[in-house]
T-cell receptor
Framework: NAGVTQTPKFQVLKTGQSMTLQCAQD?????MSWYRQDPGMGLRLIHY???????DQGEVPNGYNVSRSTTEDFPLRLLSAAPSQTSVYFC????????????FGSGTRLTVV | SQQGEEDPQALSIQEGENATMNCSYK?????LQWYRQNSGRGLVHLIL?????REKHSGRLRVTLDTSKKSSSLLITASRAADTASYFC????????????FGKGTMLLVSP
């Protein structure tokens, strides 16, 4: 049972490059979210989805794009990477209602130079 | 903006002692959750307490919730070195879709 799988685990980008962070879950969860974690800031919500075809913005959406074509996958796209997007990114999923809490992936550590 | 704020920011105790972490939040909630994060790893869900509950137990964990004060506490009894981690509270709002808003966390160090 894989849970939430994030790839890659590490990535270095140059300013202006684009890339996609992958997230997949095998628990048939409706809710999926992307967070970024910066030192001393806790986790901040970037984008989230409550089901296939439905996405919405979180607290810090600028510079990121998402889509949800299937229940399993929720990729996060960086359109034009900036040093301010250097962070650790976490994907999480939950069954509808979140009564059992969220399951997190192991994270992607991104550095933009 | 951060919903939950944990207190203290850091806590250092000896094995066998109890550890208490507090969380305050600002708006009405559906539930409050606690997560653990070991260094460099993802977050692990520990326990969830609903807005109509006042106390919940899970193994060595005890969580309380006071909605009138908009606060919660996490008690870890008989701490072990393996409990060393950062602990985050997260609130799920009671309007709109289900998303979590996290605090900045408490870093717990349990020394042998």
């Amino acid at each position: 049972n894989a849970g939430v799988t994030q790839t890659p685990k590490f990535q270095v980008l140059k300013t202006g490059q684009s890339m996609t962070l992958q997230c997949a879950q095998d628990m048939n969860h409706e809710y999926m979210s992307w967070y970024r974690q910066d030192p001393g800031m806790g986790l901040r919500l970037i984008h989230y989805s409550v089901g296939a075809g439905i996405t919405d913005q979180g607290e810090v959406p600028n510079g990121y794009n998402v889509s949800r074509s299937t229940t399993e996958d929720f990729p996060l796209r960086l359109l034009s990477a900036a040093p301010s997007q250097t962070s650790v990114y976490f994907c999480a999923s939950s069954s509808q209602g979140g009564g059992s809490g969220y399951t997190f992936g192991s994270g992607t550590r991104l550095t933009v130079v | 903006s951060q919903q939950g704020e944990e207190d203290p920011q850091a806590l250092s105790i000896q094995e066998g002692e109890n550890a208490t972490m507090n969380c305050s939040y600002k708006t009405s909630i559906n539930n409050l959750q606690w997560y653990r994060q070991n260094s460099g790893r993802g977050l692990v869900h520990l326990i969830l307490i609903r807005s109509n509950e006042r106390e919940k137990h899970s193994g060595r964990l005890r969580v309380t919730l006071d909605t009138s004060k908009k606060s919660s506490s996490l008690l870890i009894t008989a701490s072990r070195a393996a409990d060393t981690a950062s602990y985050f509270c997260a609130t799920e709002g009671n309007s709109g879709y289900s998303t979590l808003t996290f605090g900045k966390g408490t870093m717990l160090l349990v020394s042998p």
